[in-house]
């Protein structure tokens, strides 16, 4: 079997009372047993966040790189590293808790610097340099958006992400949701914890079952 190599994303700043964190670590653990001899790369994107995109970032992508400044070069070697990373991985496992409706500022900077012209993707076809890898998504929801429900349709963080990253050409090949994930330390949501242990259990029964295929191609 030949090295395989991951990189693990996480976006939480709950800390140890993270879902999507938990997630992600039982992902990767999953991903190590069906790949015992590949590699992860860990970047944390709660902990250590990535600038905003600033003036120097965006005009950097406007400029040809032996004409940057000291700021603009910097920008145009951080879009190079986390565009490499996500290169250099067959499988990309990313947390993505939902904050305020919307993905954690930090994913979002994560994207905005890794759409980068003749970084991420080709100026002139517009073809992302990024596809080819699998995307796996870990998403945590504090309450509940789906169907019928009084919020549907307020979580923008899953329907943005595929549009956030078009350019590059990787896209989530795997959505895995827990929701109501606020119901243990909300009163108010407590009728709702039945289901919230339910929608965790779902999860990580989703989880147990990435990769199977290489077990069974090992057999």
Request: glycine content about 10%; hydrophobic content about 40%; aromatic content about 4%.
């Amino acid at each position: 079997m030949s090295e395989r190599h991951l990189l693990h994303l996480d976006a939480s700043v709950q800390g140890d009372r993270s879902v999507s964190r938990r997630l992600t670590a039982r992902a990767v653990a999953r991903w190590r047993e069906r790949h015992p001899d590949g590699t992860v790369t860990r970047r944390d994107l709660g902990a250590d966040p990535p600038p905003h995109l600033d003036h120097d970032a965006a005009t950097a992508r406007s400029v040809p790189p032996d004409e940057h400044t000291p700021g603009q070069a910097r920008a145009w070697a951080l879009a190079a590293e986390l565009a490499a990373e996500v290169r250099a991985a067959d499988t990309v496992v990313l947390g993505l808790p939902l904050d305020n409706y919307g993905a954690p500022s930090s994913v979002k900077a994560w994207v905005d610097h890794l759409v980068a012209p003749g970084i991420s993707f080709d100026p002139a076809t517009g073809a992302g340099r990024l596809g080819g890898r699998e995307l796996i998504v870990l998403a945590s929801r504090g309450g509940g958006y789906g169907p019928g429900t009084p919020r549907e349709g307020w979580d923008h963080a899953e329907p943005w992400l595929p549009h956030g990253l078009s350019l590059t050409g990787l896209q989530p090949t795997r959505v895995i949701v827990a929701e109501l994930t606020l119901a243990d330390v909300t009163p108010q949501m407590a009728d709702l914890r039945p289901l919230a242990a339910e929608s965790l259990r779902a999860a990580e029964r989703a989880i147990g079952e990435l990769w199977a295929e290489v077990a069974a191609t090992a057999v």
